[in-house]
């Protein structure tokens, strides 16, 4: 028999309603299906809320407008996100508003998910999901989006995986949003980050680039100094100093970039 059938992903106890074409399959993130398998109710539920359960008085989740969709908006601050659960997603298949099919979801399937997932804004409520799964691959794919929100950035940006914080400082989001703190922290944090954010050292909207660039060349890295020196928007004034440096791949950059 051929089935009618809607694929979708679930996570429990957190409450949102956001959707992409994937493949050509709709997949949707959606709240914890209730225990007797009915439309999904409320959240958050009122335990002591003065709506009538005409099927019993100690039903843990309430019905809501008689059993219909309700539908409520995911939390902006990640901090509530966080709060309301362990995320767990699911791929559910429903046949006609029948659930037919549930099985977890593995965190390379989420990682895909994540990668091939809409770049635009309309996408944070799951953005801000999958930014909290346990799986640093999953949060890898998010990092990169440079249609985060400002809340997503506050999380990631204090990720303790370095491969995130790589990601994170491409995008365009961090670059026009990330204080010069931050940009400083990460510098000093890791060298790859420290050549990304060299070789792109104007793009920090928020930092003043003179301030990042005296703090590289007094990094000890020669690779950090070359993708610095590499960049055609480094200052005369510090391209001056770098074709002076002991190393001569670093000293050719500068050359290069004063005579181009």
């Known amino acids: 028999m051929e089935l009618n059938a809607d694929c979708k992903i679930i996570y429990s106890s957190l409450v949102a309603e956001c959707s992409a074409l994937i493949s ?4 949707r993130t959606t709240e914890q299906e209730a225990k007797d398998k009915r439309n999904r109710s409320a959240w958050p539920s009122d335990k ?18 008689g059993g219909e969709n309700y539908e409520v908006d995911l939390p902006n ?6 709060m309301s659960s362990n995320l767990v997603f699911k791929l559910v298949v429903e046949d006609g508003g029948k659930e037919v099919f549930s099985e977890p979801l593995s965190y390379e399937t989420i990682s895909n998910i994540a990668s091939s997932y809409d770049d635009s804004k309309d996408s944070n409520k799951f953005f801000a999901l999958a930014a909290r799964h346990p799986a640093s691959s999953v949060r890898e794919n998010i990092a990169y989006k440079d249609n985060i929100s400002k809340e997503i950035l506050s ?7 370095l491969p995130v914080l790589r990601n994170l400082v491409r995008t365009v989001t961090f670059k026009k949003n990330a204080s010069e703190e931050d940009i400083e922290r990460l510098i000093r944090l890791d060298v790859e980050i420290a050549q ?3 070789g792109d050292i104007d793009s920090y909207e928020q930092a003043d680039a003179g301030k990042l660039c005296a703090i590289i060349l007094s990094m000890e890295d020669p690779s950090i100094l070359a993708s ?26 500068a050359k290069n970039q004063l005579e181009s």
Request: aromatic content about 4%.
């Open 24 to 27: 050509g399959i709709d997949i």
């Open 48 to 65: 002591n809320s003065d709506m009538e359960d005409s099927n019993s008085d100690d039903t843990e989740d309430e019905n809501v407008d």
């Open 77 to 82: 601050n990640p901090k509530e996100i966080y």
């Open 155 to 161: 999380l990631l940006k204090a990720d303790k995986s």
């Open 196 to 198: 990304n954010i060299a």
């Open 228 to 253: 610095l020196a590499g960049n055609y928007n480094t200052p005369k004034k510090v391209l001056k100093e770098l074709v002076n440096n002991p190393d001569p791949y670093v000293a050719l950059q």
